[in-house]
C-alpha cells in the first residue's frame, strides 16, 4: 500500500518562505515523476511542480521563479521551497507521484499566506 505524507504548510506573511516535504512509503519504485498540486477554497486543484524521474522540471507560470522542486531519491521524498509567497499562493497543497502502479495523491497540507 502506497501513502504520501506531507507536511510544511502553515501560516506565513507574504514574502516568506516555507518548505513541504511528501515522504513516499510502500510499493513505490522509480516513480515516473512527483509533484505538487493545489486547490484554493473555490478553484479547481491545478499543478504547481512536477519533477521527473529524468530530472526534467515543470512548473506553473504564477510560481516560476519563486518555488523550486526537488526529490530525495534515496528516500523517496519530494520537496517544494516556497519563497517569496503571495496571499493568492494559499491553499491545500497536495503532493502526487505517478509510477508504474499508478498515481497516488496525499492528503494534502494547508499553507496560508496572510498580513
Known amino acids: 500500500q502506497v501513502q504520501l505524507v506531507e507536511s510544511g504548510g502553515g501560516l506565513v506573511q507574504p514574502g516568506g518562505s516555507l518548505r513541504l516535504s511528501c515522504a513516499a512509503s510502500?510499493?513505490?519504485?522509480?516513480?515516473?515523476?512527483m509533484g505538487w498540486y493545489r486547490q484554493a477554497p473555490g478553484k479547481q486543484r491545478e499543478l504547481v511542480a512536477t519533477l521527473a524521474r529524468g530530472g526534467r522540471t515543470n512548473y506553473a507560470d504564477s510560481v516560476k521563479g519563486r518555488f523550486t522542486i526537488s526529490r530525495d531519491n534515496a528516500k523517496n521524498t519530494v520537496y517544494l521551497q516556497m519563497n517569496n509567497l503571495e496571499p493568492e499562493d494559499t491553499a491545500v497543497y497536495y503532493c502526487n507521484v505517478v509510477a508504474g502502479s499508478g498515481g497516488y495523491w496525499g492528503k494534502g497540507t494547508l499553507v496560508t499566506v496572510s498580513s
Open positions: 510502500g510499493s513505490i519504485f522509480s516513480p515516473y515523476s
